[in-house]
């Protein structure tokens, strides 16, 4: 399989439990951790994803439609967030989890701007 190509579909479903496990974890930790350490757990869950998808040769949007994916699977999003924070709740997550995913990527591996993005 080329980097270019798309992970098998038996992949992202393996991915996408490891998603809801590090989700399901940051989730029950929310408030358990330091003072002023609101995220609890949440970087170190979106840092094992990250390094998970990326040794699986995922593209960083590859990894949010997992981490979507997996997060509106998880009754704990529906019990332990009130509905009022559930969208920040989640645009949280994939911040740091797209934070996360290009903080392990080294300087030489780091994917080339989209030709839209570049400037002339």
Known sequence: MSSQ???RPDGRSELRQIAAEA???ALLSRGHGSP???DG???GAMRTL?????ARGLRAEELIIVLREAWAGLAEV??????SQRTEAAARAVSVCI????AGVGASQRPAAPPE???S
Do not use: H
Request: avoid cysteine; glycine fraction near 4%; aromatic fraction near 6%.
């Open 23 to 25: 989700l399901r974890r």
């Open 99 to 102: 934070r996360e995913y290009y």
């Open 117 to 119: 993005a570049r400037q």
């Open 50 to 54: 990250a390094d998970e998808a990326r």
């Open 36 to 38: 002023g350490d609101a």
């Open 41 to 43: 757990e949440l970087p």
């Open 78 to 83: 529906r019990s332990l967030l009130p509905a």
């Open 5 to 7: 190509q798309s992970p």
